[in-house]
Nanobody
Framework: QVQLAESGGGSVQTGGSLRLSCAVSGKTYSGSGYCMGWFRQAPGKEREGVAA???????SYADSVKGRFTISQDNAKKNLYLQMNSLNVEDTAMYYC????????????????????????WGEGTLVTVSS
């Protein structure tokens, strides 16, 4: 079992920044074929991929956040981060950390992810609210 716990959400104004963290505990996986990522779900919308990093350290981003968000992971793979800059109202959502241990990964994975793809593990989420 893997437990994921997000933190760092909050309320900011347009143009502001936030850094989300996801603490990974339980059984950790250090082999190949996994993806860890950030996802978000706004009210009335389906969950979407935001950013991901795979076992070869390839990162991927949704087109809507490219150039503004940066995903990173510590060397021990115990923490996943999402640095969010130039936030706008459309970024308001619940942000979730997710892990998939049978994942193709690649540079387009986050953009291509759909809810029916599923993930092996999810955190509880952290709320990000951006106001104008």
């Amino acid at each position: 079992q893997v437990q994921l716990a997000e933190s760092g959400g909050g309320s900011v104004q347009t143009g502001g920044s936030l850094r989300l963290s996801c603490a990974v505990s339980g059984k950790t996986y250090s082999g190949s074929g996994y993806c860890m990522g950030w996802f978000r779900q706004a009210p009335g919308k389906e969950r979407e991929g935001v950013a991901a990093i795979d076992s070869s350290a390839t990162t991927s981003y949704a087109d809507s956040v490219k150039g503004r968000f940066t995903i990173s992971q510590d060397n021990a793979k115990k923490n996943l981060y999402l640095q969010m800059n130039s936030l706008n109202v459309e970024d308001t959502a619940m942000y979730y950390c997710g892990a998939d241990y049978l994942c193709a990964g690649g540079s387009n994975w986050a953009q291509a992810w759909r809810p029916n793809s599923g993930m092996d593990y999810w955190g509880e989420g952290t709320l990000v609210t951006v106001s104008s």
